[in-house]
């Protein structure tokens, strides 16, 4: 299974999962692009879904749909699912709540679609307002090796890194992260965003200590997870 990134609009990103014959289009937000990529490739673009329903992520849908006649398994109803087989693989989705309650996440072999849950450099805005679920889905897709690769549904690398060092401004790590940005192809490490990311750090003693002196609960992780969400 292959991974295809598509960018549109200012910052969104979308996705072709492919095999040998065929492709899996997520959030397809660049129809035009996303066709002709699967048809130099020789593959049908028969499924089409989405990491979440928010406008941005939705708005490529009719008009791909239109133009491939391919089949839609609509966000909300695809999270009761395990997978969506491509020519014999496993595409797994996995129904990760938080940003929204229908977000979904899915991986491709090590490579994870995250949507807007687990960004490169940051996580999404909690607008469920569901932050045990975020935190089960954060710990989720934080359960996968190091060396699995993040593919988000934004690209807020620049954003996020100049946040994040207002946060750690000694953290050496984050110049090596910039290092390895390409607005090309917008990609990280989960062991790379271990090191950067403040809100899969909030276990990080600088970041405990920062917000037990502001007097946020830290005893448990479940409590630094809401205390970093609440807090930065
Ligand atoms: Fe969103």
Avoid at 3 to 12: A, E, G, I, L, P
Avoid at 86 to 91: A, F, K, Q, V
Avoid at 110 to 121: E, P, S, V
Avoid at 160 to 189: C, Q, W
Wanted: hydrophobic share 40%; net charge negative; proline share 4%.
């Amino acid at each position: 299974m292959e991974v295809r990134q598509f960018s549109y609009s200012s910052d969104n990103l979308g996705y072709l999962i492919y095999g040998t014959d065929h492709a899996v289009a997520i959030d397809p937000g660049a129809p035009d692009e996303m066709i002709a990529f699967a048809k130099a490739r020789g593959v049908t673009i028969e499924i089409v879904t989405n990491t979440h329903s928010h406008y941005d992520h939705v708005q490529g849908n009719r008009e791909m749909l239109g133009q491939t006649g391919a089949k839609f398994l609509d966000c909300s109803a695809l999270k009761e699912r395990k997978f969506i087989e491509i020519d014999g693989e496993r595409l797994l989705v996995f129904h990760t709540p938080g940003h929204m309650d229908d977000c979904l996440s899915f991986k491709a072999d090590h490579r994870l679609i995250t949507g807007d849950t687990l960004f490169n450099g940051t996580v999404g805005n909690s607008f469920s307002e569901d932050l045990e679920g975020f935190f089960r889905s954060i710990k989720l897709l934080t359960s996968f090796p190091g060396e699995s690769l993040i593919y988000a549904g934004h690209d807020y690398v620049r954003a996020s890194m100049a946040f994040a060092r207002t946060i750690e401004p000694d953290n050496p790590d984050i110049d090596a992260y910039l290092d390895k940005y390409d607005s090309g192809h917008v990609v990280s490490t989960l062991a790379d965003e271990f090191k950067v990311n403040p809100y899969l750090r909030f276990n990080h003693p600088t970041l405990v200590a920062a917000m037990a002196k502001h007097g946020l609960p830290v005893a448990t992780e479940y409590e630094r997870w809401c205390s970093v969400m609440e807090f930065y």
